[in-house]
């Protein structure tokens, strides 16, 4: 039975929506154009060429794809190039390859959809189910990959990102270098000045629904415009489509090569302070590098600076060991319930941690 989408997806109106600022934004950044376009990379690196070696350090990360829209096909001239091509199977194809590169590198992948179908008829149910897969799935990041549609002569890459850059640093990390990535991989004929984009450009209160949704580091790709005439036809070549999931593959990689930082709940063992603020909370951050053993793993390897602790959205003071790598903090006098802590850290890379926020049971004090 085909699945039937509506096409109220933010998701989707995106695809039209943001050609428009992007081309002004465009022009505005690197006014005056250039004489001639830049020629468009057409040879793509052949699919069995070597990984570089930092890829291995994708292996253990657990990556959620997203291949946009899907079960659309009956709709007349929705999501559609000049001649046809659409979009769903485009962004599918592509995920497929980058998900095969990925489990070469040993990082598994969970993916939203493998076949032309979305997950609800609803596109609202259908970004809210996709995003709930995310989190629920235990991922490190969310990739949802898409393409991007326009006047004709538009063409470039964009990376978005959820609300305000302060909104979840771990995002903007890999946003920018799956960016860079993609500029260096597809030399599309043209580029924003900022390829890095929120998504409140295009919906200044809500933002994007999936993004808004996820739970975990979340970035949308728009890859290129399939409604460029020229592009359309490169996207129809199996073999460019490898070349845009090799990109994307690449931007991940160099991220992963950075570390991954995270942080673990070490006192209390059991998530449980009591009301009489008395409690010692003391947590872990891993700088997601010291493991690899490498030259100079013994030093500290997070910028000390750059950590934040904060207790239910107020910053709070903490002590900060630097041979065990470890934050202590108490927790003020409270009400049964429960507390949220909130650590954000740098590391050598200046990657933020993943998942910055615990939440503590705060429990009656045994009297
Ligand atoms: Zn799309």
Redesign the pocket.
Known sequence: MTVVCRAR?A??F??AALVWAGSIGCRQDDAPPPAAAPPVATTAPAFDTPLPPYTKYLAGLRICLDP??GGDAHRPNY?RGPTGLR??EV?LAVAQHLRDLLEVSGASVIMTRTQDVCLHAEDEEDLRLRAELANRSGCDLLVSI????GPPQANYSSVWYHADVDHSPASLDVARYVATALLDELRLPDQLGVPVLSDQLVYPRSGFRLLRLARVPAILC?LSFHSNPEQETRLRDPNYLRREARALFTGLARYAFGGVPRVRLIEPADGVVSTSGQDQVVIELDDGLRSRKSWGWERRLILKDSIIVRVDDTKWPYMFDEQSNRVSLYLPRRAPGSVRIGIQFENLFKHSNTRPWLTLQVRPSPS
């Open positions: 997806s998701v989707v995106l695809c946009g829209h999501k979009e769903a962004n898409h393409h991007n549609a728009e």
